[in-house]
């Protein structure tokens, strides 16, 4: 824990094996605090978590306000319609507001990419000890989401012990669109970091050839990547040899609200080339299980019925992952701020 040195979470490139580590030994640490009989820790009493959503969400914004009440903290909620936003007001003001309202911790989700690392870069400038933790910004990244699909994967290969060892040589295939996936970006950095073969599978519209460097050159800023030996990232068209040798599948929504034109002709041609079923995890030579971050669209990436069977998804695993997952950042990020 002493080695932990961010102050904001923007992006899992940046993050070395010890954060990933640090994070997964926490969520293991935090999983049962509901069930203990105060049902919470003190851990942030006091501090002030403010969420912000500029864009819809139901898992993310929920869980980190779970996850901050049950560190004890004192939450705020911006919801966009209840906001001066239909006044005219910008969101950078809206934003400012809320930071001189005293937010230790700032929780951004933003439709542009790079809205929080400028927020992070303008709180730096100005000496404001407010932590900006980045809920999804675009299509760039979504850290907390990266790493409860990390945490729920180690847990399913190392059920007593999850660690960043438990996803060495490990095959994971993430199936759909790709392209405006912020939940892949993030999943890419932190899956090869712990060693994890990945491969990508969808149509060209929606995976381009560039991914298979995704990780060879740190983001723009960053000059160099914390990870000595990351896994590899291979690109494959056919979903039947993609399955063949998976040990787990994660599987993405058809993100329509970020397609620039209409990517695909006909979504039931998708679902019959690309959908996840029953009958297309028939190609795995063994039984592996299957994630989504959710929301879930029934019918096109996967199949409803394998959305109802939870002897094969891990999707309510993930959802449940998420509330001390999060505690695990609020918590590293809080014990920075002076009470
Ligand atoms: N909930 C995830 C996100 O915000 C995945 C999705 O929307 O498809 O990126």
């Not at 997964?24 to 999983?31: A, G, V």
């Not at 892949?184 to 969808?202: F, H, K, M």
Request: proline letters at 5%; charged letters at 20%; glycine letters at 4%.
């Amino acid at each position: 824990m002493n080695n932990w040195k961010h102050n904001h979470i923007l992006d899992l490139s940046t993050f070395s094996l010890d954060d990933y580590q640090t994070v997964l030994e926490l969520t293991t640490r935090f999983k049962d605090v509901h069930k203990s009989s105060s049902r919470k820790l003190p851990a942030l009493q006091g501090r002030l978590i403010t969420n912000l959503f500029f864009e819809p969400s139901t898992r993310t914004r929920t869980s980190f306000e779970l996850a901050a009440k049950r560190l004890s903290a004192d939450v705020q909620n911006f919801s966009v319609s209840a906001s001066s936003l239909s006044k005219g007001e910008t969101p950078l003001d809206t934003i400012l507001t809320y930071i001189s309202m005293g937010a230790d911790i700032l929780i951004i989700r933003h439709e542009s990419t790079n809205v929080p690392a400028d927020l992070a870069n303008y709180v730096d400038k100005n000496n404001i000890n407010t932590s900006i933790l980045n809920a999804g910004d675009g299509y760039h990244s979504h850290p907390s989401q990266g790493l409860l699909d990390l945490y729920t994967l180690a847990t399913f290969f190392n059920p007593s012990e999850p660690s960043t060892n438990s996803l060495i040589n490990k095959r994971i295939t993430i199936v759909g669109d790709i392209l405006h996936s912020r939940v892949a970006r993030s999943n890419l950095w932190s899956l090869t970091a712990c060693g994890a073969d990945v491969t990508l599978c969808g149509p060209s519209s929606l995976l381009p050839n560039e991914f298979i460097d995704f990780v060879l050159n740190p983001p723009p800023g960053q000059k160099i990547d914390p990870i000595n030996k990351r896994g590899s990232i291979s690109i494959e068209r056919s979903l039947k040899h993609a399955l063949k040798n998976a040990d787990a599948v994660m599987t993405l929504r058809l993100q329509k609200e970020r397609m620039k034109q209409n990517m695909l002709t006909d979504l039931e041609t998708y679902h019959e080339t690309y959908g996840i079923t029953h009958q297309s995890l028939k190609w795995c030579e063994k039984k592996v299980p299957v994630l989504h971050p959710g929301p879930v669209n029934r019918g096109i990436e996967i199949s409803s019925q394998l959305v109802e069977d939870n002897s094969i998804n891990l999707i309510s695993k993930q959802v449940e992952n998420g509330i001390p997952t999060r505690m695990a950042l609020l918590y590293l990020l809080g014990l920075n701020k002076n009470n």
